[in-house]
């Protein structure tokens, strides 16, 4: 081992925090959200980017938090799952994947939520291509993916897209 | 996460000068880490042997899309998200903007760059066979200057490639087209989404009534490097699309690459399914060289 | 009011939803240490040394725990006792545990783990069921057979002559990962004085219990496990967590500290139990107008290097071996095996996919054989009640698979589109297929097994009113906290949010028995409609509550008898429904107390040019008891349908001398959003006496059907016949050559 790196400063935005950082610059910002700022609903499933269990928004755009050094994270806005709902009301997609059963062993769900929160920011009408390829890069091994999907279109037609009608 | 995270430097330069200084002071000591979906993936696994980098993700200079009436030119840090949301992209070099929504996930569309493809070097590569097709040229920057060079034999083996230690990828040239071209892109990976590739296919022809005027093949995952396949090309420039012509292409094409057994599939499914997507290319009714236009 | 039958909200979602769940490694424990195992390179020999390298680490910081530490018995405590908890003199397979590290800082940890070197000599080894049943080398017990079991139905040596048709076949399938999202993990702390207590992802504390009280030499009272919110098991942790447990506990033991160790991807993979591949070879005979008259059938599993749940995988295995059918005439000769492969453990379905993939397959083989089209052949010979099982159980509901049959073949237009496909092949390049398989599964343990487990409910009331039902059952996602608390409210008339389940204690609850065997609605949901039942009695007989109340009424009635006697609980005690008979000697009898019914039919696309097959769509048909949860019954039918998908098309483990070399999530393939076909569910009631509402278990049904769905569907496209799964595209291209279009 070489001489240890030191820890370094980075500032950034976490749900709308402002929070300085004290960690070494290749640290995963996943790590970094779970132990340093103990926002634990960012979860590991893989530690390889293929699962998606541990999705964080940064600056409104979809990433795998095991990814990416925290060095990275300097000035930039990050949303987790904890800064999806509004306080005590949640967003139209939590809701959704509660009444429409798309959580089961939850593991998965918090990423599945920042991706499909993310998708219909982009896409508020998605066609089906749309939600299995938004959803593509988060791994569910519950569900068989059928209610996650039913819980996009329900959140959609909750946003009040009242003509918004799935082919699922 | 198995590396030992106190030996890994990441700094962040100030300018993309100030890049450049570092990376020639100390030529191999440090290297560019842009978007990180190669380099984190080894560093989780405990595998990223070299252990000082300089994040380049935040350079100005090497981002962009510019057209000018000759090229489309895209900073080495496009990601590929930033591929597919091209309008003259999509238009013009339709096989980048797949290869690029068939890389991962959204996730990793986000943050992985052209660049840090090309860089990474890997066989796999989802848009270097198109780039490949295109005649890409890619520039070169360090303290010197700048350099460019056509992508092809860039790559002169196994994740070796024409670029100096001190050196940086800032931008990938495409000469747009002049006629109109038809493409073919094609990725066998071992799901629809987030697979690596167990040949990836790019394919562009121009058609002159009946008869290939001309045509650019190349492939991944079936040779240390991505591969232009200029002999099949050759095989088929000025023919017309029948059997006898599929049969001596795929011919060709069966001594021009050399697929091997890996973790994920076989030399004997990759070259069977190499020729095999080659004469869809060709024959597919819908979207290959036969379909009515 | 009525709330069985209904979707109530999940009774953890929100917290799942918002990332308020907490998990075992969302928990931190101040002066917590990590854990890290360090496992055999190889898969068989004697341990020679044990090296501590690296002169840059600080070993004298580090803890270190080896079989010398262990203690009380150094074997971890399931069915045999032929499992160590680290490997002493030698090693039976790689990743095998041989040594425990633990440290505060996590990435010094990985470091040193990587800087132990453990030298092992050598022995031959085996990696096959076929190697394994040549018995050239013997690497467990006499003759490498962990258990066998011979089922004898009337006299199957007469009919081989006098059949019109004899028909054999050869089926395999290969290992599956359940790859839980959530990876293992245990939080552990212990000392002499106050014992053993942990914490966890897992499905069955007391089997945890159970092991630690062995490990530790300690008294039932010294020893606590708690199940923490746990992100999927499907079988991966019945009784995987009892080894990390153990180990944690006893790093947690010497370092006086607690210590948590959660693996990582790579090593969950590597190093826990997977589906123990199979071998099946049918033999039957049929008359001329395709009744059965006599199946012989041999069923081998592979389990790895040590016993585990071998036997019991056997078991169910075995018992679903000839399917739901009545045959006068079978002989089913079953072994599980040992090769020296991490040992193979449960994972849904638990022997049945294995064995019903191989009957389902046969079946379309024998029903071309006689000229019938393989519903025909099934029609003719769906077990009907009054009728027996292979292990002469008589069928005590009406049964009718065939009805099943023909639902599920109008909901996907099978005969049309079959007519459609082969006309549409003859000029594509795309092939179009479709199949469909026709199977049961029986819930709750084995024969006497539910008897012997003696499982306990508990429920108490509080002085307002709330209740808490008291189980050890784990909520894994399958949906355990809401149907108990269904169940409880409607057995007492009170809302839906009036009742709550502990959690899993060990220190807190009884022994429900295991969370598996699909017996936690229909089992032990029971006794928690039985508990509900005898608390309000309790009321009842007290003169505080009469037979209509209200919830204030309820709330007033619990206020009073507790301020009388201190507490308000019940307990309900599993007893058998009557005339369930099991003889274990001839394995004979009645296997199940109910078994669920179902028909799959899968339609699929071959593309001839990458040997790619994909399933287009899917329906899943069932007679399930009484549905209790529409969203959670179907979701759990979606679900194992795509572990069904994964099991038949995409998970290939790749071994390399009894390890798995693609032990990542990048080259172990589970099908994503994209890939997943649509999945049509539909359920028919018949209720079942016994069990809560009527209902049946259905947790492991839906993995028995797609893979024989699948390829059959595959067949129909192809008009190739492949027996084996997973079926890569690289074995599809072997066999399809030059069939391309």
């Not at chain 3, 993990?185 to 053993?196: F, L, R, S, T």
């Not at chain 3, 123990?276 to 008259?293: E, F, I, K, N």
Request: net charge negative; aromatic share 8%.
């Amino acid at each position: 081992m070489a001489e240890p790196t030191s820890k370094t400063e980075i500032n950034c935005t976490v749900n709308g925090e402002a929070v300085r950082l004290n960690a070494h610059p290749m640290a995963r910002l996943l790590d970094v959200l779970r132990e340093e700022l103990r926002l634990t609903g960012t979860k590991e499933g893989c530690g390889e980017g293929e699962c998606g269990a541990c999705s964080v928004l940064i600056d409104g755009v979809l990433v795998n938090s095991c990814l990416v050094p925290v060095l990275q994270a300097e000035g930039t806005e990050i949303k987790t799952i904890e800064g999806v709902a509004s306080g005590e009301q949640l967003h139209a997609v939590q809701e959704a994947f509660i009444a429409c059963g798309g959580a089961q062993c939850g593991i998965c769900t918090p990423g599945m939520v920042i991706a499909a929160v993310n998708l219909l920011e982009r896409t508020p009408e998605p066609t089906e291509a749309d939600i299995r390829n938004g959803l593509a890069g988060n791994l569910c091994r519950c569900t068989g993916y059928m209610k996650i999907f039913e819980a996009v279109v329900r959140a959609c037609q909750n946003q009040g897209n009242d003509n918004f009608k799935s082919e699922i | 996460m198995r590396a030992y995270l106190p030996d890994y430097e990441l700094k962040s330069p100030g300018s993309l000068a100030e890049a450049l200084s570092l990376l020639s002071d100390e030529p191999g000591v440090w290297r560019p880490f842009a978007g990180g979906t190669d380099l984190m993936v080894l560093f989780e696994a405990g595998r990223l042997a070299h252990k000082k980098f300089i994040n380049i993700w935040n350079l100005p200079e090497l981002r962009g899309v510019e057209v000018t009436p000759e090229h489309v030119t895209l900073g080495a840090l496009t990601t590929y998200t930033e591929v597919q949301a091209s309008e003259v992209l999509r238009k013009e070099f339709p096989m980048l903007c797949r290869a690029a929504s068939e890389t991962g996930g959204l996730a990793i569309q986000n943050r992985g760059t052209l660049g840090g493809n090309i860089a990474n070097a890997s066989p796999a590569g989802d848009s270097p066979p198109a780039l490949l097709v295109y005649d890409a040229e890619l520039e070169l920057v360090s303290t010197e200057g700048a350099r460019w060079l056509p992508y092809e034999g860039f790559h002169t083996g196994y994740k070796q490639m024409l670029m100096r230690p001190d050196e940086l990828i800032k931008s990938i040239r495409l000469p747009r087209p002049a006629g109109p071209w038809r493409h073919y892109y094609r990725k066998v990976g071992t799901r629809k989404a987030q697979a690596i590739s167990k040949i990836c296919f790019a394919g562009v022809a121009q058609l002159e009534g009946e008869r290939i005027a001309d045509v650019r093949i190349a492939l991944g995952s079936v040779a240390p490097v991505v591969v232009r396949c200029a002999r099949t090309e050759d095989v088929l420039k000025g023919r017309e699309i029948d059997e006898e012509t599929v049969g001596a292409a795929r011919a060709e094409l069966a001594r021009e690459i050399s697929p091997i057994d890996d973790i994920r599939s076989t030399a004997n499914y990759r070259l069977q399914v190499a020729l095999n997507v080659l004469e869809d290319f060709l024959t597919n009714a819908e979207y290959g060289l036969k379909a009515e236009r | 009011m009525q709330l069985v039958g209904r979707p109530v909200p999940r009774k953890e979602g929100r917290d799942k939803v918002t990332g308020q769940a907490r998990y075992v490694d969302d928990l931190h424990f101040p002066e917590m240490l990590y854990g890290a195992t360090v496992r055999s390179p190889a898969a068989r020999g004697r341990i020679l040394k044990i090296s501590f390298e690296g002169a840059h680490i600080p070993w004298d910081e580090f803890v270190v725990v080896t079989a010398r530490d262990i203690p009380g018995e150094n074997a971890v405590a399931l069915i045999l006792l032929d499992q160590p908890y680290l490997a002493d003199q030698f090693v039976n397979h790689p990743e095998e545990p041989v040594l425990l590290l633990a440290h505060a800082d996590k990435y010094l940890l990985e470091e040193a783990r990587r800087n132990v070197r453990i030298e092992i000599e050598e022995l031959p080894a085996v990696f096959t069921l076929e190697e394994s049943l040549e018995k050239k080398e013997i690497i467990w017990g006499e003759d490498n057979t962990f258990k066998s079991y011979r089922v004898e139905k009337g006299d199957v040596d007469e009919v081989w002559k006098t059949a019109a048709h004899v028909v054999e076949g050869e089926y395999h399938t290969g290992a599956q990962e359940q790859l839980y999202i959530e990876n293992n993990g245990i939080i552990a702390v212990a000392g002499p004085d106050d014992g053993v207590t942990v914490w966890g992802s897992m499905q069955c504390p007391y089997y945890v219990h159970k092991a630690l009280l062995k490990l530790f030499n300690l008294p039932e009272d010294k020893v606590r496990v708690v199940q923490v919110e746990t992100g999927g098991g499907f079988g991966g942790k019945e009784e995987y967590p009892s080894m990390i447990a153990g180990h944690a506990a006893l790093l947690a033991w010497k370092a006086g500290r607690p210590v948590k160790i959660v693996y990582d991807r790579a090593e969950d993979m590597a190093a826990t139990t997977k589906r123990h591949p199979s071998r099946t070879r049918h033999r039957t005979a049929v008359s001329a107008d395709g009744q059965l008259l006599g199946m012989e059938i041999e069923f081998v599993v592979d389990g790895g290097a040590y016993a585990t749940l071998s036997a019991v995988v056997l078991s169910r295995g075995t018992i679903h071996a000839a399917g739901p059918y009545f045959c006068p005439n079978v002989r089913i000769r079953a072994h599980a095996v040992a090769t020296n492969a991490p040992p193979h453990g449960a994972f849904r379905g638990f022997g049945a996919p294995q064995s019903i993939f191989a009957l389902e397959r046969h079946f379309d083989k024998v029903a071309k054989t006689v000229g019938l089209s393989p519903e025909e052949f099934r029609r003719r010979n769906f077990i009907q009640e009054g009728q027996t099982t292979a292990t002469n159980q008589v069928i005590r509901e009406k049964v009718d698979l065939a009805g099943i049959l023909d639902r599920a073949f109008e909901l996907t237009d099978y005969h049309a589109k079959q007519k459609q496909f082969m006309e549409s092949n003859k000029h594509s390049r795309r092939k179009k297929g479709i199949g469909f398989a026709s199977f049961m599964h029986g819930a709750g343990f084995t024969g006497s097994g539910e008897k012997y487990l003696e499982s306990v409910v508990g429920m108490e009331a509080t002085a307002e009113g709330r209740v808490l039902v008291l189980a050890a059952s784990t909520e894994i996602g399958q949906g355990t906290n809401t149907i108990f608390a269904q169940i409880a409210a409607e057995a007492l008339g009170l809302d839906y949010d009036s009742i709550e389940v502990a959690k899993p204690d060990t220190g807190n609850v009884p022994n429900s028995g295991p969370t598996v065997a699909s017996r936690t609605t229909m089992i032990v949901g029971k006794l928690v409609e039985s508990a509900a039942l005898g608390l309000k009695q309790t009321l009842t007989n007290s003169g505080l509550l009469s037979e209509n109340y209200s919830a204030e009424d309820f709330r007033a009635a619990c206020r009073s008898y507790i301020e009388q006697h201190g507490a308000l609980k019940s307990f309900s005690k599993y007893t058998a429904p009557p005339g369930i008979n099991w003889d274990d000697e001839r394995y004979e009898g009645d296997a199940y107390g109910a078994y669920a019914w179902a028909v799959y039919v899968a339609e699929v696309t071959v593309d001839t040019v990458t040997y790619e097959a994909r399933v287009d769509d899917f329906v899943a048909v069932q007679e399930v008891g009484r549905v209790i949860h529409p969203v959670m019954a179907s979701g759990q039918i979606e679900g194992g349908v795509a572990q069904g998908i994964g099991y038949t098309l995409f998970e290939n483990v790749v071994w390399r001398d009894g390890r798995m070399i693609n032990n990542q999530m990048t080259n172990y393939i589970i099908p994503t959003a994209a890939d997943i076909p649509p999945i049509r569910v539909f359920f028919e009631e018949n209720p079942y006496a016994y069990g809560p509402g009527g209902a049946k278990g259905i947790g492991e049904l839906p993995m028995d059907g797609p893979a024989p769905a699948i390829l059959n569907a595959i067949e129909h496209a192809t008009g190739i016949s492949i027996n084996h799964i997973p079926l890569m595209p690289e074995a599809l291209m072997e066999v399809l050559g030059g069939e391309r279009g």
